[in-house]
């Protein structure tokens, strides 16, 4: 179905070519919104979607942009994106805009965008940008809900809002870690996952 | 020939048209948008009043349940600047009694926060309370939301000896001169969110003075009561 190029394209950053492990961008955010899990996963499609459509359209648009612009034409339709999407959640999603409130604003400026754009979009045909922008929204979604997963259980007891740790627990002295909480704790857990995830690469690769 | 797309030109109109296009669709968005948008601020401020009136919507159209509740508007002049806009409260009547919700806003850590409050036909005791925030970190300032700290302001009291003294929100271990009744706790690791919490309340109820300090025949049923407590 998929050949073996576009396989590559699509599930490459999934793994091997990672854009928040492997390249390091997008981790401003990936800081911000990673205390719990359900923004997180909201934040992951979101620059799924995003990514993908800024991708196809720079693509099919590349040979028209002046090349000395070429950041600024690219930023003009992320930056429109971005509206368009957090207009349609406001009307059909009041909740969630409610909840992702400044981070979805802040996905204008996601380094991942600009990164693929600049890097595959530029160069590359609509289908294959298309594979392109959704493998690195899902590389970016797949470690915030990693790192999320990891700081909503241990700094709140909690999964997407419902308790798993239960009350017999913290009967016996067991409390939430509350450094889980912090924005730092966001950036060793990257770390932890970054050190795993090179670790089993490398192993892979000999 | 071919279009030489690095000329001054070139640029120039290409990003006049981009621009053009981008605004002309977002313009379109925003205007098709808005009617949905607006009813939606709407609804979730009808739902958080009624959070703050601690009526349970969720098995019925909330709409519907603010309708049947709601007495009036009262509208106050604004303190501040009479020309602003003038304050609104909101009259329900839960149960039989007069409850009163005041719209609160205030700043946080990162943003804004606002909220409603209940108050009881005394316009003294504390019936309910609701708030909302912009953007406050999840988990910590976020928490203001939660029923667990909201619950926390049920029963206390605005006024002492007639005095208007708001509700302090202070650190576990601290009490504010007034006593139990016009404190609640914070929330841990959330300390300028919930001082903005306390802030708010202050605040936005000196602007309600004329309304609060208002209080006639009712007042007399209520004092024996107050009496006793203290």
């Known amino acids: 179905m998929l050949s073996q190029k576009t396989k590559e394209t699509l599930l490459g950053p999934l793994n091997v070519n990672n854009p928040v492990v492997v390249q390091i961008l997008g981790i401003c955010s990936a800081l911000a919104v990673t205390v719990q899990l359900k923004p997180a996963l909201v934040m992951g499609i979101a620059v799924t979607i995003i990514v993908a459509m800024a991708n196809v359209i720079v693509s099919l648009i590349r040979n028209t942009i002046p090349m000395r612009v070429r950041i600024i034409v690219q930023l003009v339709v992320v930056a429109a994106l971005v509206t368009l999407v957090s207009e349609i959640l406001k009307a059909f999603a009041y909740d969630v805009a409610m909840q992702l409130s400044v981070y979805l604003g802040l996905i204008i400026t996601n380094c991942i965008l600009m990164g693929r754009l600049e890097a595959f979009a530029m160069t590359n045909k609509p289908w294959d940008s298309f594979l392109d922008g959704l493998g690195n929204g899902l590389g970016y979604a797949l470690i915030l809900v990693i790192v999320a997963f990891v700081r909503e259980l241990f700094g709140a007891g909690q999964l997407l809002g419902f308790q798993v740790i239960p009350q017999s627990f913290y009967d016996f002295g067991y409390e939430n870690n509350g450094m889980m909480l912090m924005p730092a704790m966001a950036l060793i857990l990257v770390g932890c996952v970054i050190w795993a995830h090179r670790a089993y690469n490398d192993k892979e690769a000999k | ?230």
């Not at chain 2, 605004?23 to 009808?46: S, W």
């Not at chain 2, 349970?56 to 806009?85: C, H, S, W």
């Not at chain 2, 504010?176 to 903005?196: F, K, L, M, P």
């Not at chain 2, 605040?203 to 025949?217: V, W």
Request: proline share 3%.
């Open chain 2, 1 to 230: 020939m071919k279009l030489n797309t690095n000329s001054n030109i070139y640029t120039f109109v290409y990003m006049t048209v981009v621009v053009i296009i981008v605004a002309v669709l977002l313009a379109l968005a925003n205007q098709a948008l808005k009617p949905l948008q607006e009813a939606n601020i709407q609804l979730d401020k009808q739902k958080q009043i009624l959070g703050a009136l601690k009526v349970d919507f969720a098995n019925g159209n909330p709409e519907q349940i603010y309708q049947e509740l709601v007495m009036d508007t009262i509208r106050i002049a604004n303190p501040k600047d009479a020309a602003k806009d003038s304050l609104e409260i909101y009259r329900f009547s839960i149960e039989g009694d007069i409850k009163y919700v005041l719209p609160l806003s205030g700043k946080g850590l990162w943003g804004g926060i606002g909220g409603y409050l209940a108050l009881n036909a005394d316009k003294n005791t504390i019936y309910g309370v609701n708030f909302n925030h912009e953007g406050e970190t999840p988990g910590l300032g976020a928490k203001i939301v939660e029923i667990e700290f909201r619950e926390k302001f049920e029963n206390k009291k605005i006024f002492k000896d007639n005095q208007l003294v708001s509700v302090a929100v202070l650190k576990k271990g601290k009490t504010c001169a007034a006593g139990e009744e016009y404190q609640v706790d914070a929330i841990s690791g959330a300390t300028i969110t919930s001082a903005g919490v306390s802030t708010m309340l202050e605040t936005n109820l000196a602007e309600y003075a004329a309304f609060l300090n208002d209080r006639p025949a009712e007042q007399v049923i209520v004092e024996p009561i107050k009496e006793e407590e203290e």
